[in-house]
């Protein structure tokens, strides 16, 4: 798939977030969202149990399977809202319906082709209603912004808002308090939304900031390179949650002052980051092993870092997480306190964890 370059006229700049908005986003959220852990790294080469300084930000264990629901969390409990419209490729439509069900939003979440299917139905499943437009990222999202403005919902989109950029920079906030030595992270990039609020966590750290974008959809190089927001045609990533065409405007100037550098990553290597997380007992989707895949090409010698593991949405762990969905009733596990069990497992134990941190040491 072609990923040539077409440079889009110069959207209006976006007001500068203010300081302290990931601190903030952080307390909005304590209620609604799990401090992930972080998971000990790869061993190094004759060496099984001292590995080589690389952590793993568990994002794959939050609720709703992925880093999403902190943005979503941030941005529907400061905005309010009796009903939203949100283009997403599963993740953020996951989030945003898990997180509306029990407070009696309604959310309609716009898909474009080619978005999994397996996705699609756990939101349905969750309360969502889907709407799947023919086209690309940027089609999916003029749509569900044309949606929003004829219904009155609160248009929640995926990255480019300033609440979503401040919840999903929490991860990063979360890392720099548990490692403040951390030399490095490595983070996926789609929309940047994640790599935007990982920026303003270390907006006044020295730790370098790494984004990782699929080969095939290089969006934030091409357009630094390029000095402005560029979009690409749209691609066919494994990595289908990162098939954002283009930077948004709140989050390209913030990725732009603060990212140190940007790599890009071949299907094949994000695969082949997938089963090395599989055999070491972490059920990553393609996109959530992206930042892994960065971090092996970086090589040993980088020292302590952080790969940001964003998602663990499978179509395996979907469908075990619909049967036991459907296996405790329509009121949820939670019963009559309304929360509805995630499409994601979100009753993994301490010895879960456990077991996850002894097959990386």
């Not at 953020?92 to 299917?117: D, F, N, W, Y």
């Not at 994000?270 to 960065?294: H, Y």
Request: glycine fraction near 12%.
């Amino acid at each position: 798939m072609t990923t040539s370059a077409l440079l889009s006229p110069a959207p209006l700049p976006a007001p500068p977030v203010p300081p302290g908005v990931v601190a903030e986003a952080a307390e909005r959220i304590a209620g609604h969202v799990r401090r992930t852990p972080l998971l000990p790294g790869l061993p190094a080469p004759g060496r099984r149990r001292a590995g080589w300084g690389l952590l793993l930000k568990a994002e794959h264990l939050q609720h709703g399977g992925s880093f999403k629901l902190r943005g979503a969390a941030n941005a529907v409990l400061a905005l309010g809202a009796g009903a939203i419209v949100a283009g997403s490729s599963g993740n953020h439509g996951l989030a945003l319906a898990r997180l509306a069900r029990p407070l009696g939003i309604e959310v309609t979440v716009v898909l474009a082709a080619g978005a999994s299917p397996v996705k699609a139905a756990a939101i349905r499943a969750l309360g969502g209603r889907t709407v799947t437009v023919p086209g690309g990222v940027a089609d999916r999202d003029a749509h569900a912004g044309e949606l929003a403005k004829e219904t009155g919902a609160l248009l929640v989109p995926s990255s480019d808002h300033e609440l979503v950029v401040a919840g999903q920079g929490t991860v990063g906030l979360e890392i720099l308090a548990e490692v403040p030595d951390v030399r490095t992270l490595y983070v996926p990039v789609g929309g940047g939304g994640l790599l935007a609020g990982v920026c303003l966590a270390a907006r006044e750290h020295p730790v370098r900031v790494v984004g990782v974008e699929p080969a095939a959809t290089p969006r934030y190089a091409r357009s630094l390179a390029a000095g402005r927001p560029v979009r690409l045609a749209p691609s066919d990533t494994v990595a289908d949650g990162l098939r954002a065409q283009a930077p948004g405007v709140v989050t390209y100037p913030i990725v732009r002052d603060r990212v140190d550098d940007l790599v890009a990553v071949s299907d094949a290597e994000i695969l082949a980051a997938a089963a090395l997380l599989r055999r070491r007992g972490v059920e990553a989707e393609p996109s959530g092993a992206v930042a892994l895949a960065g971090a092996l090409r970086a090589g040993r010698d980088a020292g302590r870092a952080v790969a940001v593991v964003s998602g663990g949405n499978t179509a395996t762990a979907l469908a075990a997480a619909a049967g036991a969905h459907c296996a405790h009733g329509e009121h949820g596990e939670r019963g009559e306190r309304g929360e509805h069990h995630s499409v994601h497992d979100d009753n993994r134990t301490a010895d879960d964890h456990r077991t996850a941190q002894e097959d990386f040491s």
